[in-house]
């Protein structure tokens, strides 16, 4: 069973950084994409940002290109959301997620396994 236990997170004011962590275990990761989707008041959960865990590919949502950064450590078995200049409208609960045979990215619905949510408040 494959476990996603997430970090990180909590209020930073805009134009700040934050670090969020998903620690994942249960089985090898070979095959899998690891994602962060969000989900802000009133809004569906939408994609942010994944990585390919064998192959590092990333892709990102056009709203967060050049600001996250998606990244994993295969001997930690942890991905990570590196979120640079921070805007208001980042504000949202953030999930990491997890599947293999992942076939749109971008879809919530391909994904099996998340983690348990974290707030990301930015405070302008």
């Known amino acids: 069973q494959v476990q996603l236990v997430q970090s990180g997170g909590g209020v930073v004011q805009a134009g700040g950084s934050l670090r969020l962590s998903c620690a994942a275990s249960g089985r090898t990761f070979s095959g899998y994409v690891m994602a962060w989707f969000r989900q802000a008041p009133g809004k569906e959960r939408e994609f942010v940002a994944g990585?390919?865990?064998?192959?590092?590919?990333?892709f990102y949502a056009d709203s967060v290109k050049g600001r996250f950064s998606i990244s994993r450590d295969n001997a930690k078995n942890t991905v990570y959301l590196q979120m640079n200049s921070l805007k208001s409208e980042d504000t949202a609960v953030y999930y990491c997620?997890?599947?293999?045979?992942?076939?749109?990215?971008?879809?919530?619905?391909?994904?099996?396994?998340w983690g348990q949510g974290t707030q990301i408040t930015v405070s302008s």
């Open positions: 997620a997890a599947d293999r045979g992942v076939a749109q990215i971008r879809d919530t619905q391909e994904y099996d396994y």
């Open positions: 990585i390919w865990w064998s192959s590092g590919i990333t």
